[in-house]
Structures are given as structure tokens and as C-alpha cells.
């Protein structure tokens, strides 16, 4: 019994030695196979910006038989978006044996910015999971790009200077190109920069060798600069800038962001009346070639506008009415300042004395201070001299006048002459007139009209036009208290104008000087029903403008 015994222990402890040693080696041949599994996940590029994408690939492989291998899983949301592109089979031979090696690849499509660290990706083989990890990427805005192998930096920005405009308001718009290292390329980097379509432009020169500070880096600066003026009301946007990098391989473009406007109109509330459109700020300043001068010479001068803001919106300022000077149009002087704008006028003064170039305003609107101003110029005193050759011509007119007299004298009827001229004084004399009371210009024109309109026979056209024209140029001259000369029709304009006189008179009168030429130099028969209408017209024309 005891050998039996003793057989059926031995029996036993043989079985769970064998047993042991199967476990042993299934342990050994299944970690020798987990040896041999091999994972992997790859990003690129690990820099990209936000409209760019990245790729994933993910591997699994082994020296053994690979069987019942699954899918990978992963999860990057939100900061990704991963969309499969394929998936591939590799088969292996190892030790005579078919192996096989699984590829996948994922295209990821960024959702934020930032250095984004991507969760592990799990494997399964046998029903054993693997884990693998991706690492980090980094995601730039859409203006940056980081090189991955100098860890260069570039940037691009859009600067404005005022988001909420005036119409016309000069604005300053500002492309920066922004880089920590140089690009290896020889290739000029210029920026397209938006059309402005809804904009006057003025390209200002660029600043160079600049450098700045940002987050703790130095960059230094490409600078693009423009001057908007918005031509409309409203909301504007300024569409974005580009700029590409001509990287060899992978070229980038990085954009700025689009930049809105809101353009204001100009307030109606207080605006001068001599506001004819300047934005800006300005000021005025006058001065002239000479201050003394004779009569009737001319002298130039020059008002000069200098400021800040849209110069092109600056207009030639308005002289006021002033009596004693006779202003023609204005011309714009060359300059060379791009703040400044020079307007020369040519004055002749009509008269002897001390006359006054008056006080000259020009009115603006101050986008700064969000108001209508004025800025005003000082009044100059002018020296006029009397025209030396006044004196001899009066005695030569008078010689003349006299001469015209003799030779109307047998013409104009005597009698008639002299019983109107004591109608005339005694008419006066009933209005309470007295003899000492002196005749004013306008009585003694219409007098001579009196007495040119005497009976004279039709063939005397050149002597009536002669006679008709001087009494009228005698009037104005001696209306504006300066010696008789025979007046242009500038000039005639000129006085006119300062004795408020309307324009309809003015060409009335310009139309009887003008028959009274055409019979003086070109002389046909006139009726005495054409010389009364000549007449009368003319005593009309200086009774509307006494009344004026």
C-alpha cells in the first residue's frame, strides 16, 4: 500500500511539473510577441497656421504574424477635426513567416490657436491595447508662421489711425511686415495690398530699419504706408492684406484681418457760409509784393493756407468786396510742401489814398475737435500815389471837351441850351435848392444829355456817339470821385460792382456804350428818334443806378 501511495504521489508531482513548465512557456512566447508589436503616430507639420491642416499617421507592425488587429481610436476635439484619408496594408516576410505591417492616415483640421498637446491614440492587437502619442502642434493665426527648423517668426499687421472717420478725413493706413530672422530667398517680399476703392490714396514713403519688441522677441519691420480720404458715408471695410513667403517647398501666405470703418458726414449744425469743404486744421496768412504804388499800377497778392489734414479739399479763398481796388482771378502758385497751398491775386487800385487790403476769412472743419472753425488773415494798408500823368490827360480831356464844344455849338441850338438850363435852376431852385448847393454828377450828366439832345441834322452820327460816350465815362469816373479817363469794360464792371449796381443795369449800359461806339467809328445816319431813344435809355441807366 505504501508503494502505491507513494507511486500515485510521484504521478502527480510529475503532471504539475509538466503543467508549470506550459505555463512558463506560454507566458515567455506571449511576451516575446509583445515584445515584437511596435505603434506609432506622426504629426506634420508641427507648425501650421488656422487655415492650413495637418497630417496624422498612425502605424502599427511586428517581426510575428499580425492578427486581429483593430482600428486605432482617438478623440482630439475640439481643438481638432480629424477627417480619414486611407488606410494601408503592408505585408512582410519574417522567419518564413507572413508579417503585417497597418498604416492609417487622418487629415486634422485646426479649431483654435495655440500649442495644442494631442491625447494618446490606442492600438489593438489580439485583443492587447497599444498607446502612442502624437505630441504638440502649434497653431498659428492666419498672420503668422513659425519656421520649424529656425524657429523664425513672421507676422504681418494692419494699423489705422482713426476707426470712425469724417468724410474727407485724412486717415493713415499702415502695412507691417514683421520677421525674426531673414527668409533664404533673394525675392523682393511685397504686399498686396486692398484696392481702397471707396477711398482717395496718397502713398507716403515707408520708414526703414525699424525694430520693436514683442513678447519678450525683437522683430523687425517692414512698414507700408497709405493716406485714405473716404469719398462716402457709411460702413466701409478695408478688405485684408496679404503677403506671401516664398519658402522653397511650402510657400506661405499670411493675411492681416479686415479692418471696418464708419465714416461720418460733416455736421450741419453751425457751418459758416463760407465754408466751401477744407478738412483739417489751417491757418491763413497774407502778404503782398508792394505797399505803395501809383493809381492804376497793380500789385500781386499771396495768400498762403498751411496745415495738416486733406489738402485737396482746401479751395482758393474769397477776397471781399472792397472799393478803391479792382481784384482779378486768382492762380494757384507752385509749391513744394504737401501741407501747404498758395493762391496770388493781381489788385489795382482805382483811386489815390490809403486803401486797405480787408481782413480775409477761411473757414474749415476740425475733425479733432469735432467743430467748424475760422482762421483769419490782417488787414494791409496800401499806399496809392496820385498818376502824374492824371494832370496833363485832364487838361488834354478838358482841351478835348472844349473842342467838342465848339464844334457842337453850331450845331446844338443856342437857345434851346440855355432856356433848359434856366428851366433847370429854376426847377431846382422850387425844390428849395439853393444857389450855393454843388451839382452832383448825376445832374450834370443828365444836363449834357439835355443839351446833346438838341435838334442836329441825321448825318452827325460820330460827333452824337462822340459827345454821348464821354458824358457817360465822365459820370462813373466822376461818380467813383477820380479824373475823367476813358474806362474799359473791366473797369466799368469793377465800379459797378461797388456800387452794388445789378447786373442787368450793367449790361444796359454796356449796350448803349457799345452803339454809341459803332456810330463813332463806323458812322451811319441816325434819326432824331434813334438819338432820343439812346438818350433817354442812358438818363434811365443813371437814374437806376443813383437809386441803387
Known amino acids: 500500500m505504501t508503494k502505491i501511495g507513494n507511486f500515485h504521489i510521484s504521478l502527480m508531482q510529475s503532471h504539475l511539473s509538466v503543467i508549470t513548465l506550459s505555463i512558463l512557456l506560454m507566458l515567455f512566447t506571449t511576451a516575446a510577441q509583445s515584445q515584437d508589436v511596435k505603434v506609432a503616430a506622426v504629426v506634420t507639420p508641427r507648425h501650421i497656421q488656422l487655415n492650413e491642416k495637418a497630417t496624422l499617421k498612425l502605424t502599427i507592425s511586428g517581426n510575428t504574424q499580425m492578427q486581429h488587429i483593430g482600428s486605432p481610436t482617438f478623440n482630439f476635439l475640439p481643438n481638432f477635426l480629424a477627417v480619414p484619408l486611407h488606410s494601408k496594408t503592408t505585408p512582410r516576410l519574417v522567419d518564413d513567416k507572413i508579417a503585417v505591417t497597418m498604416a492609417w492616415a487622418y487629415e486634422l483640421i485646426p479649431q483654435k490657436i495655440g500649442e495644442i498637446a494631442l491625447s494618446d491614440v490606442q492600438f489593438s492587437y489580439q485583443g492587447v491595447p497599444y498607446l502612442a502619442n502624437p505630441g504638440k502642434i502649434v497653431v498659428a493665426a492666419v498672420d503668422t508662421y513659425v519656421n520649424d527648423s529656425t524657429g523664425g517668426i513672421h507676422k504681418v499687421q494692419v494699423k489705422i489711425s482713426k476707426k470712425k472717420p469724417y468724410l474727407n478725413e485724412a486717415i493713415e493706413y499702415r502695412f507691417h511686415y514683421l520677421y525674426t530672422t531673414v527668409l533664404p530667398t533673394l525675392d523682393p517680399l511685397t504686399p498686396s495690398l486692398p484696392e481702397f476703392s471707396d477711398f482717395l490714396v496718397e502713398e507716403l514713403p515707408n520708414e526703414k530699419g525699424v525694430t520693436v519688441r514683442v513678447q519678450g522677441k525683437t522683430f523687425k519691420v517692414q512698414e507700408y504706408v497709405r493716406r485714405l480720404y473716404p469719398q462716402k458715408t457709411g460702413q466701409i471695410l478695408i478688405r485684408p492684406a496679404q503677403l506671401k513667403l516664398p519658402i522653397k517647398g511650402n510657400p506661405k501666405t499670411l493675411k492681416t484681418k479686415s479692418v471696418p470703418l464708419s465714416v461720418q458726414p460733416l455736421p450741419e449744425d453751425r457751418k459758416p457760409t463760407n465754408f466751401t469743404g477744407a478738412i483739417g486744421q489751417y491757418n491763413i496768412t ?263
Open 286 to 548: 497774407a502778404q503782398v509784393d508792394r505797399k505803395k504804388l501809383q493809381v492804376r499800377k497793380a500789385l500781386t497778392l499771396s495768400l498762403q493756407i498751411t496745415g495738416s489734414g486733406n489738402i485737396k479739399t482746401v479751395t482758393p479763398p474769397q477776397i471781399p468786396a472792397n472799393s478803391g481796388f479792382r481784384i482779378d482771378h486768382q492762380n494757384l502758385a507752385n509749391t513744394t510742401n504737401d501741407n501747404a497751398r498758395v493762391y496770388t491775386y493781381v489788385l489795382t487800385p482805382l483811386k489815390a489814398g490809403i486803401l486797405q487790403i480787408p481782413i480775409i476769412e477761411y473757414a474749415f472743419f476740425n475733425p479733432s475737435k469735432h467743430t467748424y472753425q475760422t482762421t483769419k488773415t490782417t488787414s494791409i494798408p496800401i499806399t496809392v500815389l496820385p498818376d502824374p500823368n492824371d494832370v496833363i490827360g485832364s487838361e488834354s480831356d478838358f482841351s478835348s471837351w472844349i473842342l467838342w464844344l465848339l464844334l457842337l455849338i453850331p450845331i446844338f441850338a443856342g437857345i434851346g441850351v440855355g432856356g433848359y438850363l434856366l428851366s433847370r435852376a429854376k426847377s431846382k431852385s422850387d425844390r428849395g435848392s439853393t444857389p450855393d448847393t454843388p451839382i452832383t454828377p448825376a445832374e450834370k450828366a443828365l444836363s449834357t444829355l439835355n443839351a446833346i439832345n438838341s435838334d442836329v441834322t441825321d448825318t452827325e452820327s460820330t460827333a452824337f456817339g462822340e459827345a454821348l460816350t464821354r458824358n457817360l465815362h465822365q459820370y462813373l469816373c466822376e461818380r467813383q470821385g477820380i479824373p475823367y479817363r476813358q474806362l474799359n469794360t473791366a473797369e466799368i464792371q469793377e465800379i459797378c460792382t461797388q456800387m452794388g449796381v445789378s447786373d442787368t443795369i450793367f449790361k444796359e449800359l454796356i449796350d448803349i456804350l457799345t452803339k454809341c461806339d459803332y456810330h463813332r467809328f463806323a458812322p451811319v445816319p441816325l434819326s432824331a428818334d434813334e438819338r432820343k431813344t439812346l438818350i433817354s435809355r442812358s438818363e434811365n441807366v443813371i437814374q437806376q443806378i443813383e437809386e441803387t
